[in-house]
């Protein structure tokens, strides 16, 4: 057996018939004997062990569950352990019941391979009708905004133009938050747009170095002069000043077309 170099390479076939040298033999799993190529499977060398690893399951009719057949004992006391033990026909809806697809007139069973669950409705369906227009799918449910309990009343007043036809409690208390929230808003928009023109003249009154006088005029203090003032008259177009009354009409007349000035 083997070689001169290798003596204890390969090995003999343990069919009688065959008795084949084998240089990469096989031994099986179950009977532990050693076989060439030809007959490595259990069929060809015939193992007398070749169903002990073998797992036969039978379903229950009762309760749809599956019972393992446990080898060398007979099936019959199997049977009688389980029907006397876990055997409940009330499950036998539950275990048989397939999901199918929800969508009318579908029959398709819904599987590992072919069910989709929809993120908007988070149903499950099939290929077929995993698309929103498919299923008739309603949208993503609406939560209120924030955690303020009276935006998603203020919000609901706004979008329904009509009253509800079946209402509980009374009508009025929407509608009133939604003028009073009008209301807050109109008088902020105003006295903001108010506070914007007030800034803004002011801002070209102290670019210019003057500060109104109670008279209407501009008094500008000059910073040599000390507290000696000049008065200077303002365009009430464009809020130029002019020492000279006669060139603030000449400018008017120039510039603003001859608008008369306003005393």
Not at 23 to 36: I, K, N
Not at 69 to 86: C, G, K, R, Y
Not at 144 to 165: D, Y
Not at 195 to 204: E, R
Request: with cysteine; net charge positive.
């Amino acid at each position: 057996m083997g070689t001169p170099l290798f003596p204890g390479l390969g090995r003999h076939c343990s069919v009688s018939d065959c008795k084949l040298l084998d240089f990469l033999p096989f031994t099986c799993d179950r009977c532990d004997q050693v076989f060439c190529l030809e007959h490595r499977s259990y069929n060809t060398h015939e193992c007398p062990n070749a169903n002990q690893q073998d797992v036969t399951v039978l379903i229950c009719p009762l309760c749809a569950k599956s019972v393992r057949l446990v080898p060398n004992e007979d099936p019959n006391i199997t049977w009688e352990s389980h029907v006397n033990t876990d055997c409940d026909p009330t499950n036998y809806q539950a275990a048989v019941k397939k999901k199918r697809c929800p969508v009318p007139r579908c029959k398709e069973t819904l599987g590992f391979s072919n069910t989709i669950r929809c993120r908007d409705c988070t149903k499950e369906h099939c290929l077929k009708h995993r698309f929103g227009p498919d299923h008739n799918c309603p949208g993503p449910q609406k939560t209120n905004a924030g955690g303020f309990p009276f935006v998603g009343l203020f919000q609901k007043s706004k979008k329904e133009s009509k009253p509800a036809r079946n209402t509980c409690g009374p009508s009025w208390w929407p509608t009133s938050l939604s003028n009073a929230a009008s209301n807050v808003r109109a008088s902020a928009e105003a006295s903001m747009e108010k506070l914007s023109i007030g800034a803004t003249q002011a801002f070209h009154k102290a670019k210019d170095g003057m500060a109104p006088s109670s008279s209407g005029h501009v008094e500008r203090v000059h910073p040599k002069s000390g507290p000696n003032k000049v008065t200077l008259d303002i365009c009430p177009k464009c809020n130029k000043a002019f020492r000279d009354p006669v060139l603030l009409v000449e400018h008017v007349e120039r510039d603003h077309g001859g608008t008369s000035i306003a005393k």
